[in-house]
């Protein structure tokens, strides 16, 4: 027996009516999540929940998907200008993916002629109109070769997240998939990774590949690929947290007096494995922010009361929290300040850093 359809017994005129009626109530509630999302966005209250920034708090603690995050957050931060935008997201004359496309172009000067222009259109529509409106150069010629594919060949595969790229709106940018690349789980541990690689990567392969040969007999690309980038990586990281295969001071031999700003690496190297290379930051309820890019060493006891660089006063945090809790410690005003005098003596402030991991060492306690 067919199992009946939730609204099988509802007639045609107030279904349709209903239908209408739902839109406008959900129009309605997302102009209102925009509206919070911006304020929150602005008073920053992500940090106080264990996220680096607004993006990954959309996308970890209220878990919309890249794209919701993207757009919400992009509408948000153009509505601070333009607040005309929430009312219209709210009546239906313009959705989220307009907003969020129209939001780079949109000025006071503008704002009245381009919005009424892309009321009630598409997305394609509103790129078309942006086209004619404000026309880009062409782009240059790129020639690729791509293999020919064999008849039992599968299709390309579509990427499956939309193209993003971020409104020059105010805020830190919103992250968005970089194009012509794609990252796809296959299964537990195994990824697809497709990308269009220049004809000159396509000979370096090649050369290491032979060179490889053997180490890995069967020239197989993600191996090699693999060996590389785990070398450079290494590398990397060595660079980023003061790592050397000799070690020339080790801790008990560092000073860790507060005689100047600068923390000695091996101070850095402990820090940071102790802290795991991630934002030490918690909530109240344990969470922990996510963050592994662009950390700071945070002195718990400030730096400028007399804190000093033994391991057990530091603390690796993103950006985001390392200014939370100055701001908690020195008050928003005082650090804005702080800031300003910042911008007007960069030099000073490059003799002062020592490294990425402290590039903003004056905000830290
Ligand atoms: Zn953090």
Same mark, same amino acid.
């Given at each position: 027996?067919?199992?009946?359809?939730?609204?099988?017994?509802?007639?045609?005129?107030? !279904? %349709?009516?209903? #239908? /209408?009626?739902?839109?406008?109530?959900?129009? $309605?509630?997302?102009?209102?999540?925009?509206?919070?999302? &911006?304020?929150?966005?602005?008073?920053?209250?992500?940090?106080?929940?264990?996220?680096?920034?607004?993006?990954?708090?959309c996308t970890q603690v209220?878990?919309?998907?890249?794209?919701?995050?993207?757009?919400?957050?992009?509408?948000?931060?153009?509505?601070?200008?333009?607040?005309? !935008? %929430?009312?219209? #997201? /709210?009546?239906?004359?313009?959705?989220?993916? $307009?907003?969020?496309?129209?939001?780079?172009?949109?000025? &006071?000067?503008?704002?009245?002629?381009?919005?009424?222009?892309?009321?009630h259109r598409s997305k394609r529509e509103i790129e078309v109109l942006l086209a004619e409106l404000f026309p880009r150069p062409d782009v240059p010629t790129v020639v690729r070769k791509f293999p020919e594919r064999r008849p039992s060949s599968p299709p390309p595969t579509a990427p499956t997240?939309?193209?993003?790229?971020?409104?020059?709106?105010?805020?830190?940018?919103?992250?968005?998939?970089?194009?012509?690349?794609?990252?796809?789980?296959?299964?537990?541990?195994?990824?697809?990774?497709?990308?269009?690689?220049?004809?000159?990567?396509?000979?370096?392969?090649?050369r290491l590949r032979s060179l490889m040969r053997s180490h890995v007999p069967d020239g197989d690309l993600a191996t090699i690929i693999e060996q590389a980038v785990t070398e450079k990586l290494a590398r990397v990281e060595a660079r980023r947290f003061a790592q050397t295969k000799n070690l020339r001071k080790s801790l008990k031999d560092t000073d860790t007096s507060a005689r100047s700003r600068y923390i000695p690496a091996a101070v850095r190297r402990t820090v940071n494995e102790r802290d795991g290379r991630r934002c030490h930051y918690r909530n109240e309820q344990g969470r922990q922010c996510s963050e592994r890019h662009a950390l700071e060493h945070h002195h718990v006891h400030p730096f400028g009361f007399g804190g000093d660089h033994r391991p057990a006063e530091l603390r690796l945090l993103c950006r985001a929290h390392n200014r939370l809790i100055a701001e908690h410690d020195y008050g928003r005003t005082a650090l804005a300040r702080m800031a300003r005098s910042q911008d007007r003596a960069s030099e000073t402030r490059a003799e002062m850093c020592s490294g990425p991991a402290q590039a903003r060492l004056a905000f830290t306690p």
């Open positions: 027996m067919q199992n009946k359809r939730p609204l099988q017994s509802v007639d045609d005129d107030h !279904l %349709l009516q209903r #239908l /209408a009626h739902l839109v406008g109530q959900s129009r $309605g509630s997302e102009a209102d999540i925009v509206t919070h999302i &911006a304020e929150v966005d602005e008073r920053r209250l992500y940090a106080r929940e264990a996220c680096p920034s607004m993006y990954a708090y209220l878990h919309f998907s890249e794209a919701e995050a993207y757009l919400r957050i992009t509408t948000g931060r153009a509505a601070r200008e333009h607040p005309i !935008l %929430l009312e219209m #997201l /709210a009546d239906g004359r313009l959705h989220l993916s $307009g907003i969020a496309k129209l939001a780079p172009h949109l000025t &006071a000067e503008n704002r009245e002629e381009l919005l009424s222009r892309a009321c997240e939309p193209q993003l790229r971020p409104g020059r709106v105010e805020g830190p940018p919103v992250p968005a998939p970089p194009p012509a690349f794609l990252v796809q789980p296959l299964a537990p541990a195994r990824y697809k990774v497709q990308f269009t690689a220049s004809a000159e990567l396509h000979e370096k392969l090649e």
